[in-house]
């Protein structure tokens, strides 16, 4: 049972572009939601986050939107830049759970 | 200063044998995690512990035994390694009652 889902498993954008990452998620319980970005043969970094109770959250080029109607966030890098490429994973959780639920990950290339 | 730290970064093991990752984080943390990243790149929780205590264990087989000998330390044994157990194990930490979890930089296990 996915929980998160990050449908798209790869994305490339030019240097300076918008990157716009989505991911979905089915558990109307989470109320917390948050970014990594992983490079290779690395731990996940966090990057950004968002509670439940706000829309948006911004962070320099890094914004994340929150649709919880839909059930849907996405992560929008502007402008994105070539060491913005990684995979990013998209997780949830709520509270008291003290865990991560993860999506699959995105690869999101950046070509100059 | 490295936060959350694993040895060994990669294991190669034969089907059936025993062997140990190890987990630090000098972060201050009072909670720490396994995670399994499969096949697939899904990341999975494993197990949490919180002060020493196991709070979550994930349904994993009993072949796979934690253990916190303090806040700052958490291992991971896994008797009878099968095929199916190659993966990266990252190791995370974070503040009980935080949402947000650091990783460390995985350890990579292949048995063959």
């Known amino acids: 049972d996915q929980q998160v889902k990050q449908n798209s498993p790869s994305l490339s954008v030019q240097e300076g572009r918008i990157s716009i990452l989505n991911c979905d998620y089915t558990?109307?319980?989470?109320?917390?939601f948050l970014w990594y970005k992983k490079y290779p043969a690395e731990g996940p970094t966090f990057l950004i986050s968002?509670?439940?109770?706000?829309d948006k959250n911004e962070d320099g080029r890094f914004t994340v939107f929150l649709n919880k109607s839909a059930k849907h966030l996405s992560l929008h890098i502007v402008p994105s830049q070539p060491g913005d490429s990684a995979v990013y994973f998209c997780?949830?959780?709520?509270?008291?759970?003290?865990?991560?639920?993860f999506g699959q990950g995105t690869r999101l290339t950046i070509n100059p | 200063d490295t936060a959350v730290s694993q040895t060994p970064k990669y294991l190669v093991t034969q089907m059936g044998n025993d062997k140990s990752i190890k987990c630090e984080q000098n972060l201050g943390h009072d909670t720490m995690y396994w995670y399994k990243q499969d096949s697939k790149k899904f990341l999975k929780i494993m197990f949490s512990y919180n002060n020493k205590e196991l709070i979550i264990n994930e349904t994993v087989p009993n072949r796979f035994s934690p253990k916190s000998p303090d806040k700052a330390h958490l291992n991971l044994h896994i008797n009878s390694l099968e095929l199916g157990d190659s993966a990266v194990y990252f190791c995370a930490s974070t503040n009980h009652g935080e949402e947000t979890q650091y990783f460390g930089p995985g350890t990579r296990l292949l048995v063959l």
């Open positions: 558990n109307s319980m989470f109320d917390y």
């Open positions: 997780a949830a959780s709520f509270q008291g759970a003290q865990k991560l639920v």
């Open positions: 968002i509670s439940s109770i706000k």
